[in-house]
């Protein structure tokens, strides 16, 4: 018998993927800028990672070939990439031999307002916490309801990102940023060996400070090394780095390693 | 600039819709016999459940007539329903406006050996572990990873279903069923305000166990609470009970309240 779309029939296509089913699959969203993709070896290492943790197989040439091409046709905007496990209606197991499905979307380049990047922007503090799964930890997967009820958290634009706490309420990330802090000249950031997704803005800083001589820990923090931090910065592959000025009744002011790792930051994306 | 699929160009179908993007969306999977799509109300009420707590809107009105036209049509099967956000590219933001989508999809009905619900089955000890997300327990959501991962970690045929614990190693559910404990008469089963789906028919056999007369208890059970259990058995609005006789070195033989419950759904379901 023939599916069914708002009671109408619809013709075979994506319906039975099981990325629809139970979110079986990763994404990545790609800047594109005058034609090349942005950071494309760290999005495809990351989805590699993935793969091989939900054990999706993978074929990265054939990937850096597709995105590529997609890339190069769009020029300027942002390329979201979704890999799933392909179809399979009833039953959760996975199967053997999977076909995978390889999305490629377009869309413009965000209009963040610039004023996020030199002002700083206020963080709105989400009540929705995410849950601990170390299986999953780290990985830019398609199961993220948790992301949507956060951002369904407030509508005001005096937010630019929200703060997601733990089950434990350690600050872990960004509703779509990751973060970082810096205490006496030491770059911080929440360890996602239990929960958060890690961004390849993230992956590029850590390796960026390590060549400017700027010492990194990567270890779960607590609310108060976030309160008590010297600077507090957000990033993520599309904006960059967003300073924080605000958070609950923590105040701070754009300090000089945010305006450093900036500099840093806006060279190799720019 | 138009989508891509495998390599290929797409025209606009469900992939941008947020239930891929995201999980952004419901399900349920609905036995039809006979023309009828069987617990029709119990499924609908869960569903409306969940846009509820997920804040997707929904008209059951709509829904309860399509799924009855689809039935009839289908006329013996397994009707999936799944119900999504719908559209949305770039951004967790949930729209203001959303154009939910509903899908439809038919199966044949499973082929379980007779045998599962007759002699009882052995229960896989998984080692996947449900994370703890009290904003999303109960619901039937397309965020399904770990379930997949579970029914991922064993191919055996001589485990028909497989228990997963929580964080704390409680026991919750099966990775498809419900779990259910009979200790000196009386029916226990995980609460699931903090994991678990809370299935269709796990509430039915509350109902019909209050109605015979037969004490249930629902609240949060140790590993040790199963292990002395007098009677252990599943469920699931496919294939009715299945009693467990094996779990890890634990065994049990089908006792008289479950032979006595599955007489009770087996008069309901057929």
Chains 1, 2 share one sequence.
């Not at 979704?82 to 499905?101: F, S």
């Amino acid at each position: 018998m023939q599916d069914w779309l708002n009671g109408q029939p619809l013709d075979p296509g994506l319906q039975r993927d099981r990325g629809l089913a139970y979110g079986d699959g990763l994404f990545e969203t790609i800047a594109v800028r005058r034609g090349q993709p942005r950071l494309l070896d760290r999005h495809l290492q990351r989805l590699a990672t993935g793969c091989q943790r939900l054990r999706i197989p993978c074929d990265l040439a054939q990937l850096e070939v597709e995105v590529r091409a997609y890339a190069a046709l769009l020029g300027e905007g942002v390329a979201k990439l979704l890999y799933t496990r392909g179809d399979g209606l009833r039953g959760y197991a996975p199967p053997a031999e999977p076909e995978v499905r390889r999305l490629l979307l377009a869309s413009p380049t965000p209009a963040y307002p610039p004023a996020h990047a030199i002002e700083g922007i206020a963080l709105y503090p989400c009540a929705t916490r995410l849950a601990t799964q170390p299986l999953l930890a780290g990985l830019k997967h398609m199961n993220r309801l948790e992301q949507v009820l956060a951002r369904g958290e407030w509508t005001s634009t005096d937010y630019a990102e929200g703060l997601m706490l733990d089950q434990d309420g350690r600050p872990i990330e960004g509703v779509f940023s990751n973060l970082f802090l810096v205490c006496a000249g030491r770059l911080q950031t929440p360890a996602l060996d239990r929960c958060g997704v890690a961004g390849v803005l993230r992956g590029l800083l850590l390796d960026l400070a390590a060549q400017a001589g700027i010492q990194s820990e990567v270890r779960p923090l607590a609310l108060d090394d976030l309160l008590g931090a010297d600077e507090v910065f957000l990033c993520n592959s599309q904006y960059g780095i967003w300073p924080v000025r605000r958070y609950a009744a923590a105040n701070w002011s754009v300090g000089p390693v945010t305006r450093k790792l900036q500099g840093s930051i806006n060279e190799i994306l720019e």
